[in-house]
């Protein structure tokens, strides 16, 4: 089992930038697919930005593409989503996703908030 903790958050203006971070613990961090979902109010959950175990394959979200780059430190067992250009669209809770074997485990989120 693996615990996530995200940190990062906060209160941004439009074109501005944050960087989340997700930090694991356990020894098996390299074993787990990552990702960033988000959640805003009254919408599903969705996946913003994935990532391998080796770093190697990114996937992104057409909302978030040009604009957001998640990448790992397995050395840190810590997962990150650099977030440029935000937009108020962007405003939700962003939730850290570890996965291994069709099993999924989350952390407790990170507010986002981007308004003038």
């Known amino acids: 089992q693996v615990q996530l903790v995200e940190s990062g958050g906060g209160l941004v203006q439009p074109g501005g930038s944050l960087r989340l971070s997700c930090a694991a613990s356990?020894?098996?961090?390299?074993?787990?697919?990552m990702g960033w979902y988000r959640q805003a109010p009254g919408k599903q959950r969705e996946l913003v930005a994935s990532?391998?175990?080796?770093?190697?394959?990114?996937n992104y979200a057409d909302s978030v593409k040009g604009r957001f780059t998640i990448s790992r430190d397995n050395a840190k067992s810590t997962v990150y989503l650099q977030m440029n250009s935000l937009k108020p669209e962007d405003t939700a809770v962003y939730y850290c996703?570890?996965?291994?074997?069709?099993?999924?485990?989350w952390g407790q989120g990170t507010q986002v908030t981007v308004s003038a």
């Open positions: 996703n570890a996965a291994i074997s069709q099993v999924h485990y």
């Open positions: 356990g020894s098996l961090f390299r074993l787990y697919s």
């Open positions: 990532i391998s175990t080796g770093g190697g394959i990114t």
